[in-house]
């Protein structure tokens, strides 16, 4: 079996040696993260629906791909078989420490009194992170700027240099950091908060009317694939995502695990799409 995907690699790789063991045959990680993951979907959504070549995608390339690039080359509904929900990653506003932010509350009001002047990192154009920056500035009228980075280890390195005020990452990224008195974490960019750190408020508590852009991964084959072969591997991979040694795993990568039925990713990939396009509208963001 050959499992194709971009971000998340421990994941899938974690996942892929559970389900090895159930299949009695390897599966192969063979990661093609380029271009926001969308070169393995596209791979994965030209294979043959025999079971042997499945993908393993975040948001970034099943949902706002779709809305950030011009001729996405295919359709993440049409072109694919939902399989399994994976988890949901733990995201977070982080500060630096000479800036002086302690809350989203000081966030919003620092750059409300320097319009286009605050500096924000994120991993990249068209990530979860970069999205859910241009939702806070939507929602609240304040203007900021957005540094990209490739690596999302960046924007903490950048954080704890104070070259940026703040930025935004995944929890398993910038919990050490945090931990070890070099940043801050100021918020969970996620609609609950976090179990380990349920001190912390969410972004929607500090801001009325924001709700969190779509931050999960999962696995899919390409279209067509027969029901027995989807059943089968959905219950390998919920099988290993309920384990208690790969749940604690997942855990301390920062990530919730939420397996699901293909129904429930179905409808996961629905709202994510209906959610992001509103997004997008009201942030004006045009496809590049």
Not at 63 to 80: C, E, G, M, S, T
């Amino acid at each position: 079996m050959l499992a194709l995907g971009g971000g998340g690699e421990t994941l899938a790789r974690l996942v892929g040696q559970k389900m090895s063991e159930a299949l009695g045959q390897p599966v192969l990680i063979d990661t093609q993260p380029a271009v926001a993951g969308s070169i393995g979907a596209n791979t994965v959504a030209r294979a043959a629906p025999d079971g042997y070549t499945i993908l393993y995608a975040a948001t970034n390339s099943q949902v706002y791909r779709i809305f950030l690039a011009k001729n996405v080359p295919y359709d993440p509904v049409k072109d694919f078989t939902p399989i399994a929900m994976l988890s949901e990653a733990v995201l977070v506003v982080a500060t630096s420490l000479p800036s002086g932010i302690t809350s989203m509350k000081e966030l919003v009001e620092r750059a409300r009194q320097q319009p286009g002047k605050l500096f924000y990192g994120t991993s990249g154009v068209g990530t979860t992170h970069h999205l859910s920056a241009e939702l806070l500035q939507n929602v609240t009228g304040i203007k900021m700027v957005h540094v990209p980075y490739k690596d999302p280890n960046q924007v903490a390195t950048e954080l704890i240099a104070n070259r940026i005020p703040t930025g935004w990452g995944i929890f398993g990224t910038m919990y050490p950091h945090y931990t070890a008195g070099k940043l801050r974490i100021i918020a969970i960019n996620n609609t609950k908060r976090y179990a380990k750190t349920p001190d912390i408020p969410t972004v929607g508590e500090a801001v009325p009317g924001y709700e969190p852009p779509p931050g999960w991964n999962g696995w899919f084959g390409p279209a067509g694939m027969p029901r027995p072969i989807v059943q089968r591997l959905n219950a390998e991979i919920t099988k290993a995502v309920t384990a208690p040694d790969l749940r604690d795993k997942i855990d301390a990568l920062g990530f919730i695990p939420t397996p699901s039925t293909p129904e429930e990713l179905a409808a996961a990939l629905k709202r994510s799409l209906e959610r992001t396009a509103k997004i997008v509208k009201a942030a004006g963001i045009e496809p590049e």
